[in-house]
């Protein structure tokens, strides 16, 4: 690993995971122009965590309390036995068979999996090593951030200082505005209709209703 080349992470690779700088390799200066072709690279991409190796991760967990759950059955059934064999207590002794450990344990296993999200670790608790964990806090924390500052969702890294970006931008929130007006419009031209319908039922059932009334009193 030479020349600031290194890996996310040593494990697999047979290295320390340090990087250490090439002493026989030139440095190469940046001129003006290569400093003014900087702006046009593209930002940097936060990486996205790996769903599978965290819900690996998390089913992992599940197992790990399973086993905990398994061996503190068994532990509970060896003490109970002994204590039988001793020819003490035997009437409380409740020791329990392989087959009664295996339901239980397999009624935890079934609880936890229906609801894997809450075995996932907290920002705090998570190791340097668990690189896909850090991420997948990572980017909860800039959703958070995001909503907090009313960020789109479409939001890119730099549309604020592409001028054709913006210009776009503006054309296509001005159709979109033109487009609301002309239907709020419509609607409102649709709604004088149904009014005016309303008024000529109401006078023709109100000019019924009095000639009925007139026939009646004659």
């Given at each position: 690993m030479y020349n600031g080349i290194g890996l996310t992470t040593p494990r697999g690779s047979g290295t320390n995971?340090?990087?250490?700088?090439?002493?026989?390799?030139?440095?190469?200066?940046?001129?003006?122009?290569?400093r003014a072709a900087a702006?046009?690279?593209?930002?940097?991409?936060?990486?996205?965590?790996?769903?599978?190796?965290?819900?690996?991760?998390?089913?992992?967990?599940?197992?790990?309390?399973?086993?905990?759950?398994?061996?503190q059955l068994e532990d509970d059934g060896r003490v109970d036995l002994n204590?039988?064999?001793?020819?003490?207590?035997?009437?409380?002794?409740?020791?329990?068979?392989?087959?009664?450990?295996?339901t239980r344990v397999d009624e935890l296993r079934t609880t936890l999996n229906k609801d894997l999200a809450s075995l996932a670790s907290s920002a705090k608790k998570l190791k340097p090593s668990d690189t896909h964990g850090i991420a997948a806090a990572k980017k909860a924390e800039l959703d958070k951030m995001a909503r907090a500052l009313g960020t789109r969702s479409n939001y890119t890294e730099g549309?604020?200082?592409?001028?054709?970006?913006?210009e776009e931008n503006k054309m296509r929130r001005m159709v979109e505005r033109e487009?609301?007006?002309?239907?709020?419009?419509?609607?409102?031209?649709?709604?004088?209709?149904?009014?005016?319908?309303?008024e000529a039922d109401k006078r023709e059932r109100d000019r019924l209703r009095r000639r009925e009334e007139d026939r009646i009193r004659r």
């Open positions: 995971g340090y990087v250490m700088r090439n002493l026989s390799a030139l440095r190469v200066h940046e001129t003006a122009a290569d702006w046009d690279v593209a930002p940097p991409k936060h990486r996205e965590p790996d769903e599978a190796i965290l819900e690996h991760e998390r089913k992992r967990k599940v197992e790990v309390k399973c086993l905990e759950l398994q061996l204590v039988c064999m001793n020819g003490s207590l035997t009437s409380h002794s409740n020791s329990l068979d392989e087959a009664t450990i295996e549309d604020a200082f592409d001028r054709e970006k913006q487009e609301r007006e002309r239907k709020r419009e419509e609607d409102k031209l649709k709604w004088l209709e149904q009014k005016q319908k309303w």
